[in-house]
């Protein structure tokens, strides 16, 4: 594996360079680490959010085959995955990737509402990113905290007992974020959650 991971560290196609971080690969290492030789598939997903995380929140087909050559497995494996788990994002998505839950207890609790709300606020359809490309707001099905409707999800980050005032407390402290000088290990999950 060792031999394989040193010959993919770095993967060039189309004039563009993908490189994870060296703290990355550690990671991506350690992950493959824990598999018996020949089934370091079973790191794929892990590796993809990695992959999502250090490639600026979206996956494209040049990271794919990047991650196929680091997991020595046909880049139709990763594809399959990918576009599998809504988790994975193909196109590119705003800094803020804001998924709230339009499934019946959350609904019943006022979600309809908030998913209303959050359309007026932020000025986008569902699937849409603002011009700022700041948010991308999707709807999608439970994200398995029913007890507390109505829920969102803002990359890792959960948001319980939504309402139009803690939506716009979120919206407006992920802005202030935003625009805060980043360090260099400053990373696209740590960018979606709300500072304590
Ligand atoms: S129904 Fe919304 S979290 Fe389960």
Known sequence: MSENYNKHKIYERNGKTY????TS????KEIIGRYPEAKQKSALIPVLHIAQEEFGGSLNADIMDYIAGLLNIKPIEVYEVATFYTQFYLDKVG???????QTGPCLSC??????DY??????IDVGETTADGLFTF???ECLGACGYAPVMQVNTCFHQNLT????DNIIDLLRTQANEPKSNDDKWVEK???KK
Do not use: H, N, P
């Open 19 to 22: 490189a994870f971080s060296d």
């Open 25 to 28: 690969l550690q990671r991506i």
């Open 95 to 101: 800094k803020f990737m804001i998924e709230i839950c």
């Open 110 to 115: 006022g979600g309809d509402d908030m998913i």
């Open 118 to 123: 959050l359309k007026e606020k932020l000025g």
């Open 138 to 140: 999707k709807t999608v």
């Open 164 to 167: 139009k005032e803690s939506i």
């Open 192 to 194: 979606f959650c709300l």
